[in-house]
Nanobody, 119 residues
Framework: QVQLVESGGGLVQPGGSLRLSCAASGSIFRSYTMNWYRQVPGKQRELVAAITSGGSTNYADSVKGRFTISRDNAKSTMYLQMSSLQPEDTAVYYC?????????????WGQGTQVTVSS
């Protein structure tokens, strides 16, 4: 079992920056692929960025060059550094932990943190 708690959301002006954090507890954090998703009301949740247990990263085209995902296994924490934020980045951002074995799939979600980009 993994518990995930996001923090760091808030209101920021266009062009500004925020750093989201996702603190994990309860299981072996380092063995999970960690993901950031975001969701706008009325739309599907979309994958923003991912980081594997080995540290490989992947980004949605819409955030490449502006967002950076990272993880600190010693602190069981994942981060999303967001810069050059635009109004279209406004969403609830969710932390996700994913691990797949031969016999099981483990998939956990945080409660979400609101990011609002507005002047």
């Amino acid at each position: 079992q993994v518990q995930l708690v996001e923090s760091g959301g808030g209101l920021v002006q266009p062009g500004g920056s925020l750093r989201l954090s996702c603190a994990a507890s309860g299981s072996i954090f380092r063995s999970y692929t960690m993901n950031w998703y975001r969701q706008v009301p009325g739309k599907q949740r979309e994958l923003v960025a991912a980081i594997t247990s080995g540290g490989s990263t992947n980004y949605a085209d819409s955030v490449k060059g502006r967002f950076t995902i990272s993880r600190d296994n010693a602190k069981s924490t994942m981060y999303l550094q967001m810069s050059s934020l635009q109004p279209e980045d406004t969403a609830v951002y969710y932390c996700n932990a994913l691990r797949t074995t031969m016999s099981n799939k483990y998939n956990y979600w945080g409660q979400g943190t609101q990011v609002t980009v507005s002047s």
